[in-house]
């Protein structure tokens, strides 16, 4: 953390640094006593109220520190880093250029720019400062961490691997660099990092965080050798504790699945806003979704923005609604008494001002999926894809992922009988609204059907978008565009099959699993073996 001349105020940092944080309040208010216009105190104030995740106070006291000191590099960082915590893109984007223009030197505020620029999607602008920062404090693990997290969505795997391997010599235990390390390098059986992550998880386990990473990295390793009786174990182990913690509600999925079913027919005859740009990708995770982004994306008239969660900001603020979810039913419901042209128009000003995106654009947003009915009332004329793959495969597929984002909207995967349930009210509400959308705005695609035959579902999926065909999208691996997905390391290859019927290698573990989805109709009894 930067600090300035006074005395008081660097005790203060440290003190701060320290997490001391009642210290380092008094001192703030002792100097402020004496010196109403400090801006560093102001500053330090603010750290101390984003420590307390209280990212509203901290905006207003970095705006002081600002009116006192315009050119306080650090404040307009910590500004921006609190606006994208609270999902305001827009402010966040202009504060976080407005202090590079400044042209900081200090690790902490290099290393904040970078990570607002990669919440924001924005990984090629964040990687330099990232950089800059790993040189500025070569021996802040951290910094190495999001270095190397940018340049793996970047697609430089080996800078990555050096960079999480940097890291990882400064702490041996940052589970979040070893976990990368092993997600985006193969393991074999003769080469691998099974005894170093067995030795992280040991010394780490009562963290639920810190077993969550390994174990699913011990998961992957494991299936990368070839035992998958054994990842099911490392998976179950991983996410014990963090169950726990996170207590899932299915009630709230159920809830949510209903409500968005509903959205239906209140919208149908609501006038929106008449854009074509928009290509809304939906659906489940790890089922093919940035697999098509990637297609769709190399073709010349369409860029990718990544998943965005502005349809569902702008959705909630024109409802004004109370309640602690961007996504909840109570939102989902207040739809129908909005002008609806005004959030079509609200959500493209919101992507075109930020995305520095024109002419046709992806949302790959998975969650977009619950918006499917309301963003064709809003935008018309935009189209929305779901990505749809064997019940079976998506379950288990979820299962093994661990979500990189916090929202927990994803908590169903800490369990493989929630996660089916999961499923089961996803397929009923995407084939509710595959029944009652239009279908030249509204289409469904297989994974496997992808794999198969990519070029006929290329020209499909291009025809619905109102595009010709085009080449470069069967060569998507070719794309140099970021992915910051948990795809990052696959969409770079060759398409494989690899991943088609995964699930019958662990059929014998998911059996609670695969009775839910066969009683609901998911799949047959007769697919199974076991």
Not at 142 to 159: E, I
Not at 193 to 199: C, K, N, T
Not at 311 to 323: A, D, E, I, Y
Request: with cysteine; proline share 4%.
């Amino acid at each position: 953390m930067m600090t300035f001349g006074n005395t008081q105020l660097q005790e203060a940092a440290e003190r701060l640094g320290a997490k001391d944080y009642k210290s380092a309040h008094a001192i703030c208010m002792d100097v402020l006593r004496t010196d109403p216009a400090s801006s560093q105190a102001y500053y330090l104030l603010g750290i101390l109220t984003v420590d307390h995740a209280n990212h509203a106070k901290a905006i207003e006291l970095f705006e002081r520190a600002l009116q006192f000191n315009p050119d306080h590099a650090a404040a307009l960082a910590q500004m921006a880093r609190s606006h994208i915590a609270r999902l305001n893109r827009e402010p966040a984007l202009q504060a976080a250029r407005a202090s590079a223009a400044l042209q900081p030197a200090d690790a902490f505020t290099l290393d904040t720019l970078g990570v607002v620029f990669s919440r924001a999607g924005l990984h090629a602008e964040a990687a330099p400062f990232y950089a800059a920062a790993t040189s500025a404090a070569p021996g802040i693990a951290d910094y190495h961490y999001n270095h190397g997290a940018a340049l793996q969505f970047l697609g430089d795997m080996d800078a990555a691997r050096a960079a999480f391997e940097r890291c990882l010599a400064i702490d041996p235990l940052e589970t979040r660099a070893l976990s990368s390390i092993v997600q985006i390098t193969r393991q074999t059986a003769d080469h691998n990092r099974l005894a170093e992550l067995e030795a992280a998880f040991s010394a780490t386990k009562d963290d639920a965080d810190h077993a969550l990473r390994t174990g699913h990295a011990l998961a992957k390793a494991h299936e990368d050798i070839g035992n998958p009786a054994e990842a099911l174990n490392w998976l179950a182990r991983a996410k014990t504790k963090k169950r726990e913690v996170i207590q899932h509600d299915p009630a709230f999925d159920t809830a949510l699945f209903n409500t968005a079913q509903s959205t239906i027919g209140a919208l149908a005859s609501k006038p929106g806003y008449e854009d074509a740009a928009p290509i809304f990708i939906v659906g489940m995770p790890r089922t093919g979704t940035t697999l098509v982004e990637r297609i769709l994306s190399s073709h010349s008239a369409i860029t990718s923005a990544g998943e965005l969660t502005d349809f569902g900001l702008c959705l909630k603020r024109q409802s004004g609604t109370r309640s602690n979810y961007v996504l909840d039913p109570e939102t989902l419901e207040a739809a129908e008494n909005l002008d609806l042209a005004a959030l079509g128009t609200a959500y493209m000003d919101s992507v075109r001002t930020t995305q520095n995106v024109s002419g046709r654009f992806i949302d790959k947003m998975p969650l977009n999926a619950f918006y499917s009915a309301v963003i064709l009332a809003a935008l018309p004329n935009a189209r929305v894809i779901c990505l749809r793959r064997h019940p079976a495969d998506t379950v288990l597929s979820n299962y093994r992922q661990m979500f990189a984002t916090s929202f927990s909207y994803y908590n169903y995967a800490f369990s493989l009988e929630d996660t089916a349930r999961y499923y089961v009210g996803f397929d009923k509400m995407m084939k509710t609204f595959a029944r009652a959308l239009p279908a030249d705005r509204f289409c469904e695609v297989h994974y496997e059907h992808v794999v198969a035959d990519i070029e006929t579902e290329t020209r499909r999926l291009l025809d619905f978008c109102g595009l010709p065909f085009e080449a470069a999208c069967l060569a998507f691996h070719e794309n140099a565009a970021p992915v910051a997905t948990a795809s990052s390391a696959q969409v770079r290859q060759p398409l494989y099959t690899g991943s088609l019927a995964r699930w019958k290698r662990y059929e014998a573990g998911l059996a609670d699993a695969l009775d839910i989805l066969v009683e609901a109709g998911c799949m047959t009894s007769g697919e199974r073996t076991l």
